[in-house]
């Protein structure tokens, strides 16, 4: 758990900023391969929120 942890919190930072995007990408793509089902579903969850509050 605190590997998945650790991966989810630099993903997260990765993707923060655009020059150590790619490395987000990556980071993504390696949670979705290990869990795949939590990750996409957080994935929709999140574009859900970011439509809701971005569009009403």
């Known amino acids: 758990m605190a590997t998945t942890t650790t991966l989810v919190m630099i993903t997260l930072l990765c993707l923060l900023f655009s020059s150590t995007r790619l490395f987000g990408l990556v980071g993504l793509v390696a949670l979705i391969k290990l869990y795949p089902v939590f990750f996409i579903v957080m994935l ?13």
């Open 44 to 56: 929709v969850l999140a574009g859900v929120i970011f439509y809701f509050i971005h569009y009403h």
